[in-house]
């Protein structure tokens, strides 16, 4: 039953039996505050968001009978996805440039996942308002969905396309690069408005669930906390996991700081572990105590195991 594993390898079913939401601050992660959750290697901080993404939550509501809850929707994104190992920017030399190229593919791997997880959601519009979210599209953002295609799984495709283009035109040319490059203001935010603008979705609040953020790259990290920085948590919220590998720098892309308690809270996942009697002590009690019964189906006690 305590066998290691990743928690992106468990199937949903098994991570949502597996989970424990008592004793720690999984539930944080449904506010709107930005949130950094910090903690060594294995404490829970991948499960905790993996978690709270729409897959899971859909599919525990599913298995509850219960009705989804519309109003915030999780979007796991996570660092080791190949968009952040790309070092094109390294052909570069100018540092505004290699920021904005930075930030470009931090940006697309979010709208891909975004639009990956409203692609999944059934019945969200009309035909008519089908036609309204293609113009705004073309209009606000210049994107234009072919018609034989559902929006959302063709605007997977497009940041795709976007991603391939962008790296092509930077390996073949002198220094220049695309005008295509996109920002989370000029893409993300007038994204989700027109998103907001669906009858279904318009109480919308996005969780935008950062995993292993340590993995981002310099100018990620302070555009990151520049999105951060942002005052308006009607439409969005980070929360972002960090490993102790290394101190997290809490400094903005225009060089200013981001403020504990003020811009964000921050959770230790290992700070109560003194004794058993703290949260830290019945959580881990409680996770050993549902791996043994679903491994084996018996009485064994959590103290008599050990």
Same mark, same amino acid.
């Given at each position: 039953?305590?066998?290691?594993?990743?928690?992106?390898?468990?199937?949903?079913?098994?991570?949502?039996?597996?989970?424990?939401?008592?004793?720690?601050?999984?539930?944080?992660?449904?506010?709107?505050?930005?949130?950094?959750?910090?903690?060594?290697?294995?404490?829970?901080?991948?499960?905790?968001?993996?978690?709270?993404?729409?897959?899971?939550?859909?599919?525990?509501?599913?298995?509850?009978?219960?009705?989804?809850?519309?109003?915030?929707?999780?979007?796991?994104?996570?660092?080791?996805?190949?968009?952040?190992?790309?070092?094109?920017?390294?052909?570069?030399?100018?540092?505004? %440039? +290699?920021?904005?190229?930075?930030?470009?593919?931090?940006?697309? =791997?979010?709208?891909? @996942?975004?639009?990956?997880? /409203?692609?999944?959601?059934?019945?969200?519009?009309?035909?008519?308002?089908?036609?309204?979210?293609?113009?705004?599209?073309?209009?606000?953002?210049?994107?234009?969905?072919?018609?034989?295609?559902?929006?959302?799984?063709?605007?997977?495709?497009?940041?795709?396309?976007?991603?391939?283009?962008?790296?092509?035109?930077?390996?073949?040319?002198?220094?220049?690069?695309?005008?295509?490059?996109?920002?989370?203001?000029?893409?993300?935010?007038?994204?989700?408005?027109?998103?907001?603008?669906?009858?279904?979705?318009?109480?919308?609040?996005?969780?935008?669930?950062?995993?292993?953020?340590?993995?981002?790259?310099?100018?990620?990290?302070?555009?990151?906390?520049?999105?951060?920085?942002?005052?308006?948590?009607?439409?969005?919220?980070?929360?972002?996991?960090?490993? %102790? +590998?290394?101190?997290?720098?809490?400094?903005?892309?225009?060089? =200013?700081?981001?403020? @504990?308690?003020?811009?964000? /809270?921050?959770?230790?996942?290992?700070?109560?572990?003194?004794?058993?009697?703290?949260?830290?002590?019945?959580?881990?009690?409680?996770?050993?105590?549902?791996?043994?019964?679903?491994?084996?189906?018996?009485?064994?006690?959590?103290?008599?195991?050990?």
């Amino acid at each position: 039953p305590f066998e290691f594993e990743a928690a992106v390898n468990f199937a949903t079913d098994e991570l949502i039996e597996y989970f424990v939401e008592d004793h720690n601050y999984s539930r944080f992660i449904q506010s709107s505050r930005n949130i950094f959750i910090v903690g060594e290697r294995g404490c829970g901080k991948s499960m905790t968001l993996l978690y709270n993404s729409y897959q899971k939550q859909l599919r525990k509501a599913e298995k509850e009978n219960k009705e989804f809850d519309y109003s915030k929707i999780g979007i796991y994104i996570p660092c080791t996805n190949v968009l952040f190992f790309k070092k094109e920017y390294e052909l570069v030399n100018n540092d505004f %440039k +290699v920021s904005v190229l930075s930030e470009h593919f931090f940006v697309l =791997s979010i709208a891909h @996942e975004m639009v990956n997880v /409203l692609s999944l959601i059934p019945n969200l519009f009309d035909t008519q308002k089908e036609e309204e979210i293609r113009s705004d599209l073309k209009y606000i953002l210049n994107i234009d969905v072919p018609n034989g295609a559902p929006i959302f799984k063709g605007l997977v495709k497009y940041f795709q396309k976007l991603s391939n283009e962008t790296q092509n035109e930077i390996n073949n040319s002198d220094g220049s690069f695309s005008e295509k490059c996109v920002s989370f203001f000029s893409l993300i935010i007038p994204l989700i408005r027109i998103v907001k603008s669906i009858e279904h979705l318009n109480r919308l609040h996005f969780l935008f669930l950062i995993d292993d953020a340590h993995d981002l790259n310099s100018y990620q990290v302070k555009v990151l906390n520049s999105w951060i920085a942002y005052r308006d948590h009607t439409d969005f919220s980070f929360k972002v996991a960090v490993a %102790k +590998v290394r101190p997290h720098m809490y400094i903005t892309a225009t060089g =200013s700081s981001i403020i @504990e308690g003020h811009d964000f /809270l921050k959770i230790d996942m290992e700070k109560p572990y003194q004794n058993k009697f703290s949260d830290f002590g019945l959580w881990a009690k409680d996770i050993v105590k549902r791996r043994l019964e679903k491994c084996w189906a018996n009485n064994t006690g959590v103290y008599t195991f050990f």
